[in-house]
């Protein structure tokens, strides 16, 4: 598969950096701020199971099933430029027609039942990346940025807090609710 580059942000963040900088006090160009939210986008991104961010001009090679209806493996479709099956080029509106959920269906006919029968061109992703994305993997980023790695319990005169390992890579449910929205199989129901 063939990716655009991402230009919004650095290193194809979902968030801005700069937002997580004015509330950890760091610089936004800070190596361990950075290494956090490329981290939580990462972890988002492997989780919905697809970009998020916008990318154009991708091409899906996909297996022919035999059916009307075949899923891109992507979510918020905003062109599909070209579809060739085994090599012939197909006409929208004649030949096939797309959803922006990432559904390609044949017109009269199924798709042949044939392993990478079927070439998709494609524009699919979020320019900018929705609000609620940016702000879960924010959060995540935040939490990562602040874990203090192997350390099992901190002590302040008379108070003590232990933390376990879930503590360092746990989600909220926020987190958990922006995931379900945005995975690729479930529609797109942003």
């Known amino acids: 598969m063939t990716q655009a580059p991402d230009t919004a942000w650095p290193d194809r963040v979902l968030a801005?950096?700069?937002?997580?900088?004015?509330?950890?006090?760091?610089?936004?160009?800070?190596?361990?701020?950075?290494?956090?939210?490329r981290a939580a986008s990462r972890r988002f991104r492997g989780a919905t199971g697809w970009q998020i961010s916008a990318v154009a001009g991708q091409t899906f090679r996909l297996d022919g099933d035999g059916t009307r209806t075949l899923l891109l493996p992507t979510g918020h479709v905003t062109a599909v430029t070209s579809v060739t099956v085994r090599g012939t080029p197909w006409a929208e509106d004649a030949d096939y027609m797309w959803s922006e959920?990432?559904?390609?269906?044949?017109?009269?006919?199924?798709?042949?039942?044939?392993?990478?029968?079927?070439?998709?061109v494609v524009d699919h992703?979020?320019?900018?990346?929705?609000?609620?994305?940016?702000?879960?993997?924010?959060?995540?980023?935040?939490?990562?940025f602040n874990a203090a790695p192997g350390v099992q319990q901190v002590t302040s005169?008379?108070?003590?807090?232990?933390?376990?390992?879930?503590?360092?890579?746990?989600?909220?449910?926020?987190?958990?609710?922006?995931?379900?929205?945005?995975?690729?199989?479930?529609?797109?129901?942003?």
């Not at 509330?23 to 290494?35: E, I, M, R, Y």
């Not at 990432?102 to 079927?118: D, E, H, K, N, Q």
């Not at 992703?125 to 990562?144: K, R, S």
């Not at 503590?167 to 690729?184: D, E, M």
């Open 16 to 37: 801005d950096p700069a937002e997580l900088a004015d509330v950890l006090g760091v610089p936004a160009t800070d190596g361990k701020l950075l290494f956090a939210l």
């Open 101 to 120: 959920a990432g559904i390609l269906t044949a017109i009269g006919c199924l798709w042949p039942r044939w392993y990478r029968s079927v070439a998709a």
């Open 125 to 144: 992703g979020y320019d900018p990346v929705p609000e609620d994305v940016q702000e879960v993997v924010l959060d995540q980023a935040q939490a990562m």
């Open 157 to 190: 005169g008379s108070e003590s807090v232990s933390f376990g390992t879930a503590a360092t890579v746990g989600v909220t449910a926020q987190w958990t609710a922006a995931v379900a929205r945005y995975q690729i199989g479930q529609g797109d129901r942003a």
